[in-house]
Structures are given as structure tokens and as C-alpha cells.
């Protein structure tokens, strides 16, 4: 199981971090994705992270704001997110997968999914 926390209502330029805690299985074993969806829009990928930690893929629209990181040893994916914009808010999800590298950004190739927390940046 997954569950993500760390959203909220933040202003334009703010920061926040969002977590993702594994219960069950063995976490090391899986690379971990974000991905948020804007109400009427489709699911989109945001940040992936290998599962040692060692490499990271961002989207072209967060990269250089957003940062992945991974603690194996609490079974805890992070998303430290800088600069928010508007355009930022939607319902972040984190998930699981065993797939390869290449298809990292695919979001039907990911096994487990948390519940979703909601981020809001507005004025």
C-alpha cells in the first residue's frame, strides 16, 4: 500500500513536499513514480526516481522546480515541488512499478497506487 500526504493551498512562488510511505513488500524493489491530474484533464506523469535511488526523470514542465527523492530505509518517495505556479495544482498520486526504465512515464505500467493528495497553488 501507498499512502501520499503533503498537499495543501500554497501561493504562487511557494514550495511544498509531498510524501509517499510504503506499507508491505519490499520497497528497494520498485521504481517510483508521481503523477498529478488537473480536474477535466488527463493523468500526467510529473517525476520518476530508479529504484536505488540513482537515477531521476522529471517532466519538461516541473524540471528545475521539482526534485524526486527516495528514502529505502523508511519505504518513502518525496517530491520536494519549488516555485509553484497555478498551473501546478491537481490531485498528485504516487505509484509503484517493476517495469524498465523505458517505460517509466507510462502510467499503465505502474502496479500500486496511492490515494492521492491535493495540491492548490492560488492567491
Known amino acids: 500500500q501507498l499512502q501520499a500526504s503533503g498537499g495543501g493551498l500554497v501561493q504562487p512562488g511557494g514550495s511544498l513536499r509531498l510524501s509517499c510511505a510504503a506499507s508491505g513488500g519490499t520497497f528497494s524493489n520498485y521504481r517510483m513514480g508521481w503523477f498529478r491530474q488537473a480536474p477535466g484533464e488527463e493523468r500526467e506523469f510529473v517525476a520518476a526516481i530508479s529504484a536505488n535511488g540513482g537515477s531521476t526523470l522529471y517532466a519538461d514542465s516541473v524540471k528545475g522546480r521539482f526534485t524526486i527523492s527516495r528514502d529505502n530505509a523508511k519505504k518513502t518517495v518525496y517530491l520536494q515541488m519549488n516555485s509553484l505556479k497555478a498551473e501546478d495544482t491537481a490531485v498528485y498520486s504516487c505509484?509503484?512499478?517493476?517495469?524498465?526504465?523505458?517505460?517509466?512515464?507510462?502510467?499503465?505500467?505502474?502496479?500500486?497506487w496511492g490515494q492521492g493528495t491535493q495540491v492548490t497553488v492560488s492567491s
Open positions: 505509484a509503484a512499478t517493476t517495469r524498465p526504465w523505458n517505460l517509466i512515464q507510462v502510467s499503465q505500467f505502474y502496479l500500486y
